[in-house]
């Protein structure tokens, strides 16, 4: 009979959550930060491709929302914060406008 280390506190929390063991810790620390909002919209986007990949605008088009990208989000210096700050901002629009301003936030 193997028995093991026992687990630590922190341990028994993170092998009860169905997910990879650092993105639940981020969350669990998250809680305990009161910053749960935000890593919850971090750990959503680790499964998915990144919001800000090229559109279909053509080089011009391209060049320009790669600056309007930069000039956004370009001083967080974090992928993580940036789509964290995205994600705000698009939730603000879709408050203010409707579809219509979330169509155009993600345009």
């Known amino acids: 009979k193997d028995e093991g280390l026992p687990l630590t506190p922190l341990g028994f929390h993170l092998a009860h959550m169905p997910m990879d063991v650092r993105t639940a810790k981020m969350l669990l620390y998250g809680a305990l930060m009161r910053c749960l909002g935000p890593m919850l919209t971090i750990a959503a986007s680790l499964s998915q491709k990144s919001p800000f990949t090229r ?25 993580h914060l940036s789509v964290v700050m995205a994600f705000d901002g698009w939730e603000a629009s879709r408050a203010k406008g409707g579809r219509e301003a979330e169509r155009a936030y993600c345009d």
Request: charged share 40%; proline share 0%; hydrophobic share 30%.
């Open 55 to 79: 559109g279909f605008g053509g080089k011009g088009r391209e060049d320009q929302l790669r600056q309007e990208r930069l000039d956004a989000f370009g001083a967080l210096r974090s992928d």
